[in-house]
């Protein structure tokens, strides 16, 4: 057996009882058998053709011609770590989650990372950062996948694809966006005014994290916690970083992006091996469930508001610390798969129709990017709990299952007991009561995309201020549609008068004056927003 692996803290590293050390003194076939010469052909003469008799020529090379899987359709750039989640109990009055409870250890694997570059693409672009946790809890697997920008571009997972091809490379000419014209990113965000309030968040600061350790994650969505009895309340997730909030300067991203793509994984990798834990505070907004699902006006389904911390403060709630790097990154980093689906008792999804659509998404592309059903088998991915699923056979099956009954409830494998009823530790939905017409329609509390954008904005230091207005000014400088600028403008101008006059003014466009149609509410500042408090040094 392959000794087991420790971190630099003595912890065990999880995927060690899988690692293949492949240190023996000979080399072999994929089979066992014994190789003599790896570097020559099997040839009829010196100077002959290659026969197709050599097996091993074949085996090495058809390995390698299927080394590559696709990469993550969005979030191909990543960097994982394995970590550990202490609980420190203040959860434990709102969920009956096992890991919530008090002084409880979970093993998590975290992987952050970019949103639209390819899998080889730098570090270092102006972009939400992805920030997805998986906790192996005793009560199987539970992912948070979450990013660190505490909002979403659009409010209805149907817009997803519209979203990511306005993003993506342009199709003609496969050049990223980030590096030419903006011509569909600015066209779709101005087109879906849902998108102001996530894209002024990628025009701030908080798009360039000086590290991954100095970002804060979100759940974004609002989640239920299911207690004992069943009582529920609604959460937002929260990750607070022990070392604070920290950003690049823009000028700064860019230098880093060409002199060292790699610069934000290697100061993970770096940190983790030489002790330095990076760390995070777990933390929940939390709030009554009521009815109509909203808290001080703001609605709870709505994945493009925030509740402001003022407003409901974040309770800690544990700590992450991450504590170990991967033996490899493609079995671990490549290979996991997060899905916003994975539950355990004590915490549910709400209606929020971004989040419905994901519940979909994940599965539906795994079943691709990892090559069939049993991706739950791969060691990254494997729960700590025991899995008793009923699910059989389908390609990469890695299981030798047992038994002649591969159904439930059976009577012929012996006791069986599971009941259609409450089964002691079983995962319950909320029982949400369901009832209305069939539409395609969001609610009118879903309409306002301007007000907390300017809230946002007001809430910046200065400088941070001035930074956002450099980027957009920047960024829209490279769109070659003068509809397209013009409408953004105008939105700018419902976000905040001087944001827009300054913005125009480095366009050289005149500033539009605000719709007088579109009512946006001027709320109070949320100091928590911002990075640099004003008159800090
Ligand atoms: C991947 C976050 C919305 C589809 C990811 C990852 C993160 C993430 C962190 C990378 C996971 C990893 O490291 O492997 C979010 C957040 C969202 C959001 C916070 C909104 C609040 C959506 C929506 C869809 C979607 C609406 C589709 C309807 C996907 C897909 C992947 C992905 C297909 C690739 C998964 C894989 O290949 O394993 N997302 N996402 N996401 N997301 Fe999302």
Redo the contacts with the bound molecule.
Sequence with gaps: AAPELRSATGRPVRAAATTRAQQGAFLTTATGTRLRDTDHSLKAGRRGPVLLQDHHLREKITHFDHERI???????R?V?AHGVFVSNGAAAKLSRAAFLQADVETPVFV???T?LGSRGSADTPRD?????VKFYTSEGVFDL???N?P????Q??????DI?HAGKPEPDREIPQAASAHDTFWDFVSLHTEAQHHTIWNMSDRALPASLRTMEG????TFHLVDEAGDTVLVKFHWKPAAGVHSQLWEEAQLTAGGDPDFQRRDLYDAIQNGALPSWTFGVQVFPDTEDETFEGIDLLD?TKIVPEELAPVQPIGTLTLTANPTNYFAE?EQ?????GHLVPGIDVTNDP??Q??L???L???LT??GGPNFDQIPINRPHADVSDMLRDGFHQHAVHTGVAPYKPNSLDGGCPFHAGVADGAFLEVPSPVEGEKVREHPASFDDHFSQPRMFFRSLSPIEQEHVIAAYTFELSKVTWPQVRERQLAHLALIDERLCAEVAAGLGLPAPTPDPDVEVQDLAPSPALAQIVPGAT
């Design positions: 696709p990469e993550r359709v969005v979030h191909a990543g994982g992987r952050f990372s949103v939400t950062r992805g920030f997805a996948v979450g990013n920008i909002v979403f571009f659009i209805d997972a149907i817009k997803f694809p990511i979100f759940g974004v969505h994945p980093t996991v798969a997060f899905h916003p971004l989040l659509g994901r979909f998404s994940y539906d592309t795994q990017r990892l």
